[in-house]
Every structure is written in C-alpha cells, then in structure tokens.
C-alpha cells in the first residue's frame, strides 16, 4: 500500500483504516479470563446436571422395564406358599374338610327304633 | 500494493499456548487475547462501526476459541482462525439484527503533532471513510478491510471468507470503486 504511484485517495484510504488497525483495550485479557472461567463453570454445572438427569431417566425406566407380569406374581406367590409348611398343613386339613363335606351322608339309625328292632 | 508480512505473534509460540490453554491453563489464555485482542477489536470495530460491540463480538471470538482448544489443529495461523471466527460472528450478528452496522461511529483520529486545520480534516476524512466503509457490502467491506487495515496477503483473506483468491481480488476491486463514489466530494480534483 506504500506504492508511490497510488491516489491521494489510496494513501488516505490506507492513512485511514490503518489508524484503526489495532485498538488495545486496557484489562480486557483479564475480563477474558473472568468470562471463559464462569463459562467453564455453567458448562461443568450444565454437563452433570445432564448426567443426572439422564441417570435418573435410566433409573425410572429399568424400574417400569423390569416390574412383573400378573403371571409372574402369581407364580411367585405360589411358590412363597408352597414353601410355607403351616399353609401347606392348613391346605391338607381344608382338603379333609372338603372330604368330609362331600362324602355320601348315611342316615344312622334312630338309638329308638335300634333298641325297638332289637326286642322284637 | 505491497504485501509485507505484518509484524505478528511467533505463530510457534501461538500453538504451544493452544496446547496449554486445551490443558486448562488460564494464564496461556491470557497471554494469548494480550497478544491479538488488539488487531481483532480493530478489524471488528472497522466492521461494526462500534467500539463497544468490537468488544463484545471479540470476547466471544476468545470465548470460542476456548471451547475450540481441544479440538483445534494447527492448520493455519492462529491469528487467521481468529479473524475467520471474527467474521463469522459479524455476519451471525447483522442476520440476528437483520440489519447492517449501525453508522453510528466512535471513531476517534489521532492528530499526533497535526496543525489544529490539519487535524480538523483528518477528523473529518476518517470518519468520512468510516461512514463510507460500512456502507459496502459486507464481502467488500470484510476484503478491504482485511487487505487494507490488517495488511493480509490474499491467499488469507481467501482462506478467512472461504472465498477464491480471484473473488476476494474482485471484491476489493469493487469496494475501492464504490469508496471513490461515496467520497467523490473530497477527491473531485483527482
């Protein structure tokens, strides 16, 4: 740009913005500094808060994932009871019960009408 | 137009430093923005018209470059990075703006040991060319401003817009052509 076959207006041109070139600012490598630390920290803060978030969407969804069919309770409680002894005696006395209840009544006969056929 | 190499940081040094800035070391960094704030907030102001949004849009480009140190491979000049992400942001922000630069200068001429009258016109001529620039288009002003003011050699300023040398050489073509129309009232004699 020092050509000496330029313009008045090319030198004015180049005089100008070259005056322009470099605009130090006092404190600004500190202010710098200041801005990229507090940056640095929400950065820090923004990444474990996603991390927590995305534990805690895991979380939830191995407990939704993982929670048992009606089928599976049942099969569980059936084996809960068949390793509970007292229910298993309760279970053996209701069947007696339930023998009991559904053998063919057999009417006895009257101690009265016994003693009568007896005598005679 | 001469295209001397303009008196810059070791570019060497400039990597060491990245290195150590992507290791955490705030001191690099600050070393760092001392050495090339300067250049930047002057092509910015060149670009914006406005001292106080030179600084800000240079303490993002810092910021930026920050967040990028890890990731940052040493394929050209630091100082070309910085002017490449300067620029991005200028254009990121005319779009959020949806207008250009303001016209709204803070330019302040620096007399030296001028005359009062010498002083007076320099005043007035630089924030004619002030007022003239931001009323290019914005691959003018970036390529005038950058081969002008910052003395870049063109295959940079290529490398900066993402441009071919031949459209940069175009463009500041073009910018000085409508530089001499807007200020045609000062040059009449020409």
């Not at chain 1, 534990?55 to 929670?67: D, K, P, Q």
């Not at chain 2, 001392?34 to 480009?61: C, D, F, I, K, N």
């Not at chain 2, 470059?65 to 990121?92: C, D, F, G, M, Q």
């Not at chain 2, 288009?137 to 003395?151: D, G, H, M, N």
């Amino acid at each position: 740009m020092d050509n000496p076959e330029q313009t008045p207006f090319d030198q004015e041109l180049a005089a100008t913005l070259r005056r322009g070139r470099a605009v130090s600012v006092p404190g600004f490598a500190d202010r710098v500094v200041g801005v990229v630390r507090a940056d640095r920290r929400r950065r820090t803060i923004v990444r474990w808060s996603s991390a927590l978030a995305a534990t805690a969407a895991v979380f939830v969804a191995l407990l939704t994932l993982s929670g048992t069919s009606e089928e599976a309770l049942n099969r569980q409680t059936f084996a809960l009871v068949a390793r509970d002894e007292s229910a298993q005696l309760a279970d053996l006395l209701g069947a007696a019960d339930d023998l009991s209840l559904l053998a063919p009544v057999a009417e006895r006969p009257a101690v009265v009408e016994t003693f009568v056929a007896s005598g005679s | 137009m001469s295209q001397e190499e303009p008196m810059l940081p070791d570019d060497e040094d400039d990597k060491r430093l990245m290195g150590l800035v992507a290791g955490g070391d705030d001191d690099a960094l600050r070393l760092l923005v001392h050495r090339h704030h300067a250049r930047l907030v002057g092509y910015l102001r060149g670009e914006v018209g406005s001292q106080a949004t030179a600084e800000e849009l240079a303490m993002e480009v810092f910021i930026r470059l920050h967040r990028a140190a890890a990731r940052w491979r040493p394929e050209a000049k630091l100082s070309t990075y910085l002017i490449h992400i300067a620029r991005n942001l200028v254009l990121n922000e005319w779009r959020r703006r949806g207008r250009k630069p303001t016209t709204a200068l803070e330019f302040a001429a620096e007399p030296g040991d001028l005359s009062q009258g010498s002083a007076r016109r320099v005043a007035e001529l630089d924030e004619a060319f002030q007022r003239a620039i931001l009323q290019l288009a914005p691959e003018q002003r970036t390529a005038i401003l950058l081969v002008v003011q910052q003395e870049l050699p063109y295959e940079e300023i290529a490398e900066i817009m993402d441009a071919p040398v031949s459209s940069v050489k175009t463009w500041i073509h073009r910018a000085r052509a409508r530089l001499r129309e807007l200020l045609k009232d000062f040059y009449a004699q020409e």
